[in-house]
């Protein structure tokens, strides 16, 4: 027993090692691409004062969360809408919100539509 034991020793120890390198190579990546990105901001500096023209930062626009709703009020939209049908992105709903309440529901509530438009519809 005292080798089994000095053997899953020796590879928790092993295994903390090596969770260790992985820490400092993923923090030595993170302090080369901020180095790089230092460089570049650096170089469209130049770039803007040479050309007396300001640099365009390039953004992604973050898509705004939607709200998060009770069951309640979600059935009383859905009763609402045409063919108690809504879409959950363009009602500014929470996806993820409307997931848990109609997997809680399936009885209630059924999930549908394709790609980027889920859409969910009340059942009675």
């Given at each position: 027993?005292?080798?089994?034991?000095?053997?899953?020793?020796?590879?928790?120890?092993?295994?903390?090692?090596?969770?260790?390198?992985?820490?400092?190579?993923?923090?030595?990546?993170?302090?080369?691409?901020?180095?790089?990105?230092?460089?570049?901001?650096?170089?469209?500096?130049?770039?803007?004062?040479?050309?007396?023209?300001?640099?365009?930062?390039?953004?992604?626009?973050?898509?705004?969360?939607?709200?998060?709703?009770?069951?309640?009020e979600l059935k009383e939209l859905?009763?609402?809408?045409?063919d108690k049908t809504l879409s959950?992105?363009?009602?500014?709903?929470?996806?993820?919100?409307?997931?848990?309440?109609?997997?809680?529901?399936?009885?209630?509530?059924?999930?549908?539509?394709?790609?980027?438009?889920?859409?969910?519809?009340?059942?009675?």
């Amino acid at each position: 027993m005292s080798q089994n034991s000095a053997s899953l020793t020796r590879i928790a120890d092993l295994k903390a090692q090596i969770a260790q390198l992985e820490q400092e190579g993923i923090q030595e990546l993170r302090t080369k691409r901020k180095a790089i990105a230092d460089e570049i901001a650096a170089i469209d500096a130049q770039l803007a004062e040479l050309t007396g023209t300001p640099t365009e930062k390039k953004t992604r626009a973050k898509a705004s969360p939607g709200r998060s709703i009770p069951l309640s009020e979600l059935k009383e939209l859905l009763a609402a809408a045409p063919d108690k049908t809504l879409s959950i992105r363009q009602a500014g709903l929470e996806l993820r919100n409307i997931k848990i309440l109609a997997e809680a529901n399936p009885h209630l509530l059924k999930l549908g539509g394709k790609g980027p438009w889920p859409v969910v519809t009340l059942l009675k």
